[in-house]
């Protein structure tokens, strides 16, 4: 579901069959928010982020997560993700 903020954003600047063309692409699905922490021997705040993913189930969502994670910061050395569930 869309936040009422949103839904005026797609209103004002978007697509003329925003709504509609949302509502077929993530029928039968919910948004997840991921939070994705680097395993580091220094926890430094600007490489933990959050998504927002439109997903089927909880694992596609975490898998799709991780990667745009990886593909954000792939000069970040790490061993590993910690990743929770926000909502």
Known sequence: ?????????????GPINFLKDHNTKTKSQRLYKIK???YK????DEH????EIWSKNRDDAVWTAK????KEHYDVNQ????????S
Do not use: C
Not at 1 to 12: F, G, I, P, S, Y
Not at 41 to 44: D, S
Not at 48 to 51: A, C, D, E, F, K
């Open 1 to 13: 579901m869309l936040t009422k903020e949103q839904m005026e954003e797609a209103w004002r600047t």
């Open 36 to 38: 994705v922490i680097p």
């Open 41 to 44: 021997t220094t926890n430094i």
């Open 48 to 51: 933990i982020q959050v998504y």
């Open 67 to 70: 990667n745009n994670w990886y």
């Open 79 to 86: 061993t590993g993700l910690n990743v929770s569930i926000v």
